[in-house]
């Protein structure tokens, strides 16, 4: 069987090797949000490897790993496509290839991998195994931070739907989780070798056993694991459900803003602590406008806050005006008590990195590029504990979503994530998103309060489990108290990102002191005879 398989893939050309292993990528896509059907990395991760095992070439091992990422990305990111249609008449026709030229980039990362494990060809297979989850966890760790860092899809968001599994990103993160993934996935090569010895097949098997005791060990942290609730704090998230395409449009900008007024004001406001909209959720720059901010808190009680995104203009010290996007905290007399500015911007959406280059303008509203804000921050308020401010994509930043402790030294205490993906309609998109959510939230150890435009809107405690939601394209508010941290922090949230990188270097480090021995023994073993 495994000699037919072997002489069916050397029987290919090289067109239909690249097809293969792009439809393998794609079909690893599935074990992703919002799918997460794990098992096919236990079938497409191991035929990857059996197919590099025939390249001859590094050239032909490169062509196949850029063809498995590039299908692997084109699943993953094909959501990216529907913001260029939101404006259709100026951006549509650019959106198959900047999303095609997107994922053909980050395929050279998985090219990367493949040429790693090709230049381990005489290894026994558990080490090539070994050495293909160690590159391609490095490569993402790499994809993290590298032109600004796009780490979406990591492979540890294949366990977000189980908070059991999830809950190990206490100790390793979110690179952690994937990296022992990847090696239990990778791990069945070694079965398609023609013979294995006992030591390989424990090989094979080991690694899928330790997850399995990951799953464990988060059962047991959940097991009868209620959340207390800050006491006095009681939430409403707002979900007006605006489309991307009429969210701007002048005419309709008043009646967006007073429908989330309206909407605020429903049933059981006078209960309310803290109403929360989302990114961008009105037109108007509320810092300046005393007006509108005096309206857009009518309907608090005394002493609660409307915490909403809002552009933001200033001017710099070089006396020229920048646009900001920001969150701002009002509190029920119409004054200002916090605001944010955005730190981690989008490229191409809010601002173009190759203005020069780029044959069309940036894909939000406005020819003016946002500015970005000066870091990480944690935000004090009245009534309820310190946060961290979010907006969008920042919450995929895998051990940056905490910023210094307040002036008195206090931690913060819960993240709060406004976003608006209205610019990806009904597409995985939203729901990738909120799996990030929910790993930032275990990683911290703290709850994530999320406000979606149109979704998905959630409250997520700090053990990564949704107790509340607003539906995807639906219009409507929840009214939630808000969870208290985890008792104690995680380690991760103490390390960071180099705890799994030193996981990373440390299984590099054993992988090239056991080929170092396995090399000394053969030679040992030829000189003796």
Same mark, same amino acid.
């Given at each position: 069987m495994i000699e037919r398989c072997d002489a069916f893939l050397l029987?290919?050309?090289?067109?239909? %090797?690249?097809?293969?292993?792009?439809?393998?990528?794609? &079909?690893?896509t599935l074990a992703m949000p919002p799918w997460h059907?794990?098992? *096919?990395?236990?079938? +497409? !991760?191991?035929?990857?490897?059996?197919?590099?095992? $025939?390249c001859k070439t590094a050239r032909s091992a490169m062509v196949i790993g850029w063809s498995f990422g590039f299908g692997h990305f084109a699943v993953g990111l094909n959501w990216i496509a529907n913001a260029f249609y939101v404006d259709a008449d100026t951006h549509g026709a650019?959106?198959?290839?900047? !999303?095609?030229?997107?994922?053909?980039?980050?395929?050279?990362?998985?090219?990367?991998? +493949? *040429?790693?494990?090709?230049?381990?060809?005489?290894?026994? =297979?558990?080490?090539?195994?070994? /050495?293909?989850?160690?590159?391609?966890? $490095?490569?993402?760790?790499v994809r993290g931070w590298l032109f600004t860092g796009f780490p979406w899809n990591p492979m540890g968001s294949v366990w977000a739907a189980w908070p059991e599994m999830i809950q190990i990103t206490t100790l390793f993160g979110t690179l952690g989780l994937g990296l022992f993934t990847l090696i239990a996935a990778a791990a069945v090569f070694v079965f398609t070798a023609p013979a294995t010895t006992k030591h390989e097949r424990i090989f094979g098997l080991a690694p899928t056993a330790l997850l399995i005791v990951f799953g464990l060990y988060g059962a047991v942290r959940l097991y009868d694991r209620d959340v207390p609730m800050v006491p006095d704090v009681n939430l409403r998230l707002v979900q007006p459900n605006i489309a991307q395409a009429d969210k701007w449009r002048p005419g309709l900008r008043e009646q967006h803003f007073m429908d989330h007024v309206r909407l605020s004001a429903s049933t059981g406001v006078e209960g309310v602590t803290h109403v929360i909209w989302g990114e961008a959720a009105v037109a108007f720059a509320l810092d300046r406008d005393e007006v509108?901010?005096?309206?857009?808190?009518?309907?608090? $009680?005394?002493? #609660?806050?409307?915490?909403?995104?809002?552009?933001?203009?200033? @001017?710099? &010290?070089?006396?020229?005006?920048?646009i900001f996007n920001s969150m701002l905290v009002v509190r029920s007399d119409a004054s200002v008590a916090a605001l944010y500015d955005k730190t981690h911007l989008v490229p191409f959406g809010e601002y173009l990195p190759l203005r020069g280059l780029i044959p069309f303008r940036k894909l939000t509203e406005g020819t003016m590029d946002f500015s970005a804000g000066h870091g990480r921050t944690t935000l004090s308020i009245d009534n309820a504990p310190p946060f961290s401010p979010l907006i969008c994509y920042e919450a995929i930043f895998s051990g940056e979503v905490t910023g210094p402790p307040t002036a008195d030294g206090q931690r913060p205490q819960w993240l709060l994530n406004i976003t608006n993906d209205s610019w990806f309609g009904d597409t995985s998109g939203p729901r990738q998103h909120l799996?990030?959510?929910?790993?930032?939230?275990?990683?911290?150890?703290?709850?994530?309060?999320?406000v979606a435009n149109t979704g998905i809107s959630a409250v997520i405690d700090p053990y990564g489990r949704v107790l509340?939601?607003? #539906?995807?394209? +639906? =219009? /409507?508010?929840?009214?939630?108290?808000?969870?208290?941290? #985890?008792?104690?922090? @995680?380690?991760?949230?103490?390390t960071g990102q180099w705890g799994p990188i030193v996981l990373i270097l440390l299984g590099i480090v054993f992988l090239?002191?056991?080929? =170092?021995?396995? %090399?000394a023994a053969a030679q040992h073993f030829f000189d003796t005879i």
């Open positions: 029987g290919l050309m090289p067109w239909q %090797r690249a097809l293969l292993a792009a439809l393998l990528g794609a &079909a690893s059907v794990v098992p *096919l990395l236990w079938v +497409t !991760v191991p035929l990857l490897l059996w197919m590099l095992d $025939s650019f959106a198959i290839p900047a !999303v095609a030229g997107l994922c053909a980039i980050f395929g050279v990362y998985i090219a990367v991998v +493949t *040429l790693i494990v090709h230049r381990l060809p005489r290894a026994p =297979r558990y080490v090539r195994a070994f /050495g293909f989850a160690l590159a391609w966890m $490095s490569v993402e760790w509108r901010r005096a309206i857009a808190v009518s309907m608090l $009680s005394p002493g #609660a806050t409307l915490i909403t995104g809002v552009p933001r203009v200033a @001017t710099g &010290a070089n006396g020229i005006e920048e799996a990030e959510a929910q790993l930032r939230a275990v990683e911290e150890g703290l709850p994530l309060i999320r509340g939601r607003i #539906a995807l394209n +639906t =219009r /409507g508010t929840l009214d939630s108290p808000l969870p208290q941290a #985890a008792e104690g922090r @995680t380690l991760f949230s103490r090239w002191e056991a080929e =170092r021995r396995r %090399r």
